[in-house]
């Protein structure tokens, strides 16, 4: 079944704590992506890559750390968290829209609380 | 910058009545949009795209019709069903390769029967 995988799906933590979000997809996607959803803000990119060690900023990446080592895998991660990055977090995979529709698959969401 | 945005926030409508949803975009540069729909405790899933070089798009009873004008676009559902009811999001892009789409914030579309 094709699928969008992260863990955890929800987390509790205090600041300062190092944690990553894993994320990995098995339809050989090129890109990966990034969102945090809040109320009232919507979906918002924070980091996004096109392809394996290619990496890039999206709107609100402050705070956050990504790599993309291989094609299956984009982990999130967040060296220091404060309570300003409790949130829902997406990730998401595609083909580039010249190689297929654009369309792009979510995982469940992973939802994260610092304390 | 692109800006994306929904006009309204909630929409409310009977079952078997027809809905639409708008979005407008800020740049005039964007030339790829994407409707999505939440359901509750999911991750947003795909309902429908379309590019610039067309006016319309169609699959069953979801249309998406784009402005260029006017610079929105829109998601219509004929014959809304309860279980359409969810949280649509419009998205745009100015990259070729349809990466790093801006978000609007969503429309909560309830359908009661």
């Known amino acids: 079944e094709a699928q969008v995988t992260q863990n955890p799906r929800y987390l509790i933590t205090v600041t300062g704590k190092k944690l990553t979000v894993t994320c990995s997809q098995n339809?050989?996607?090129?890109?990966m992506s990034w969102y945090r959803q809040d109320p009232g803000l919507g979906l918002r990119q924070i980091y996004y890559s096109m392809n394996v060690e290619v990496t890039d900023k999206g709107d609100v990446p402050e705070g956050y750390k990504v790599s993309r080592k291989e094609k299956r895998n984009f982990p999130l991660i967040l060296e220091s968290p404060s309570p300003n990055q409790t949130s829902l977090y997406f990730c998401?995979?595609?083909?580039?829209?010249?190689?297929?529709?654009?369309?792009?698959?979510f995982g469940e969401g992973s939802r994260l609380t610092v304390l | 910058g692109e800006n994306v945005g929904l006009h309204l926030p909630t929409l409310s409508v009977q079952e078997g009545d027809n809905s639409i949803i708008n979005c407008a975009y800020s740049n005039s540069a964007s030339d790829y949009f994407i409707w999505y729909k939440q359901e509750s405790g999911k991750g947003p899933q795909f309902i429908i795209d379309i590019r610039s070089n067309v006016g319309e798009k169609k699959d069953q009873r979801i249309a998406v019709t784009l402005n260029k004008t006017a610079k929105h676009f829109s998601l219509h559902i004929t014959e809304t069903q309860p279980e359409y009811s969810a949280v649509y999001f419009c998205?745009?892009?100015?990259?070729?390769?349809?990466?790093?789409?801006?978000f609007g914030k969503g429309t909560t579309l309830s359908v009661s029967s």
């Open positions: 339809m050989n996607h090129e890109y």
């Open positions: 998205a745009a892009s100015i990259d070729q390769a349809g990466t790093a789409l801006i």
């Open positions: 998401a995979s595609s083909d580039l829209l010249w190689t297929g529709t654009g369309e792009l698959f």
